[in-house]
């Protein structure tokens, strides 16, 4: 078996069976909810990435959210880190793609801080706390790999991204290697409350060590391994019942029956 996101990219009617999947979470059924309607949010996303490509979701905060197996192998897996954002606008204005890497303040700090800067001084050294974050996510991927005794393969593990606007109902995915960028090439700033680390173009990477956590990372569009054309969800059908108490009655018909 060629696995789509492992070894070739989705085909059209993979990417058309994704989007109709991610459709019915408008049902009442999707995380995010909106006036009289629902949809799909962050976990949504992650289950029906395992659904649609034949993955396993992982229920545990992991560092790969879906794992494929090798068809020919079962002990070598595929990971794929799965990243939800309602970035889409951003995507087009800026041609970057926002992944929020981690949100682990402690764990990074507790790595920065082994390098003897605290968090009074950590902007006069940008440079070295940059280089900290980047390996200390890259050591996250590499602990869990075929090379430290994990069964993951991280050569040919990802990040796939699902990028979205709310008010036009867009959507797009994209697909980044699990690798990240030398942290040795980009040039590292303390702004205000946030860490900076910047490329030739522009904000590659934002870290808010002290204000939330986030480590953010914004690829390049043109960097992606593999995107998707811009889509929307399918309307739900009109005049249709739909919902929870549809969805009870279709998956336990003789039970439900009893009720009327």
């Given amino acids: 078996m060629i696995i789509p996101f492992v070894t070739r990219n989705p085909t059209e009617k993979e990417i058309e069976r994704f989007r109709l999947i991610l459709s019915t979470y408008q049902d009442g059924s999707g995380m995010l909810k909106r006036e009289d309607q629902t949809l799909p949010g962050w976990r949504d996303f992650e289950r029906l990435i395992a659904a649609a490509f034949n993955g396993q979701s992982q229920k545990s905060k992991w560092i790969y959210d879906v794992i494929i197996v090798d068809p020919d192998d079962d002990t070598i897996r595929f990971g794929l880190s799965c990243k939800m954002r309602g970035t889409l606008r951003e995507v087009e204005r800026k041609n970057r793609v926002t992944i929020e890497l981690s949100n682990a303040s402690g764990e990074l700090w507790d790595a920065i801080k082994n390098e003897g800067i605290t968090q009074e001084n950590y902007h006069e050294s940008p440079d070295v706390v940059g280089k900290v974050l980047i390996e200390t996510v890259e050591r996250w991927h590499t602990d869990v790999s075929l090379g430290s005794g994990g069964s993951v393969d991280s050569s040919r593990s990802s990040f796939v991204v699902l990028q979205w606007e709310e008010r036009t109902g867009r959507y797009q995915l994209f ?65 249709y019942e739909y919902g929870l108490v549809r969805k009870a009655e279709i998956y336990f018909p003789e039970l439900w029956s009893r009720l009327k």
Avoid: C, M, T
């Fill in 175 to 239: 697909q980044y290697p699990i690798d990240l960028p030398d942290p040795a090439s980009l040039s590292w700033d303390v702004q205000g409350r946030r860490l900076i680390g910047s490329d030739l173009n522009g904000v590659l990477f934002e870290w808010y060590g002290l204000s939330g956590g986030q480590l953010k990372y914004y690829p390049l569009v043109e960097n992606a391994s593999w995107g998707s054309p811009v889509f929307q969800l399918e309307s739900l059908p009109e005049n």
